[in-house]
Nanobody, 126 residues
């Protein structure tokens, strides 16, 4: 069975950095575009960043461009989100997700993603 397990979330001060990790199992990792989404209290789950199966294409929501970097390690079935210059508005539960996609496209549509992790809490204090 497919499992996506996130880690790395914690409380951090504004301006700080965090690196989130997602370990995947039970799937052929290179068949999947991987994405990070987040959900703040009272808000819808939103796309943050995505990376295609080869790592050649990445896409970010505007609010994190220049601050966050998504990467993947296909040898170890893992995807990462490096978050720098964190702001209080980045506070949310961050979810790892997998979209079976051999075409190399990164989609921002959460309904296209097949599998989800349980999430990891990121809290940025001002």
């Amino acid at each position: 069975q497919v499992q996506l397990v996130e880690s790395g979330g914690r409380l951090v001060q504004a301006g700080g950095s965090l690196r989130l990790s997602c370990a995947a199992s039970g799937l052929i990792f290179t068949y999947y575009t991987m994405g990070w989404f987040r959900q703040a209290p009272g808000k819808e789950r939103e796309f943050v960043a995505g990376i295609n199966w080869y790592g050649s294409t990445t896409y970010y929501t505007d609010s994190v461009k220049g601050r966050f970097t998504i990467s993947r390690d296909n040898a170890n079935d893992a995807v990462y989100l490096q978050m720098n210059s964190l702001k209080p508005e980045d506070t949310a539960i961050y979810y790892c997700s997998a979209d079976r996609n051999l075409g190399g496209v990164v989609t921002t549509d959460r309904n296209k993603y097949d599998y989800w992790g349980q999430g990891t809490q990121v809290t940025v204090s001002s």
